[in-house]
């Protein structure tokens, strides 16, 4: 169990020993009062089992699998892709290996195997402001409207 969850059962435990009230357990949860009865519940009928959440250790559906984060690794260190930048690279890599990927994606696959893109972007330039003038009037702006 994680710590939160460890915290989550100390609590709902005072609380089915009367050591707690539902309140004051929905507000060191900071969960609302039905909330706490349905821990209180669960724990009740289930054990602490119940405040594991199902999906615990299981790698989401949409994930990307071991093996096409290690192809797409040696695609970008062999010669063919070597030179191109990540966003090119994701380019090609749809392109040509019929692998689609998000940049921010590929960026983290390529950046945690020690890569880096061969272009670097250009360092942003702030607007530059102009110098005080030491005195009032030093300053003139001028229109091309007629005065009279």
């Known amino acids: 169990m994680t710590q939160k969850q ?12 009367g050591k707690l009230s539902i309140s004051e357990a929905a507000m060191s949860l900071g969960l609302s009062e039905r ?23 299981r790698k989401p559906q949409h994930a990307l699998t071991d093996e096409i984060k290690s192809k797409i690794i040696s695609l970008k260190q062999s010669d063919k892709y070597k030179n191109a930048n990540f966003k090119h690279f994701m380019e090609l890599l749809e392109e040509h290996e019929g ?6 994606c590929l960026h983290t696959i390529l950046t945690k195997a020690g890569i880096n893109s061969p272009k670097k972007r250009r360092r942003f330039k702030p607007h ?21």
């Open 6 to 17: 460890l915290n989550r059962y100390k609590v709902i435990s005072s609380l089915i020993d």
């Open 35 to 57: 909330q706490i009865k349905r821990l209180k519940k669960g724990v009740m009928e289930q054990g602490p089992a119940f405040l594991i959440h199902k999906n615990t250790g």
């Open 99 to 104: 692998i689609t990927i998000s940049y921010s």
């Open 128 to 148: 530059r402001r102009r110098k005080i003038r030491p005195q009032e009037g030093l300053l003139i702006q001028m229109d091309a409207t007629p005065f009279e």
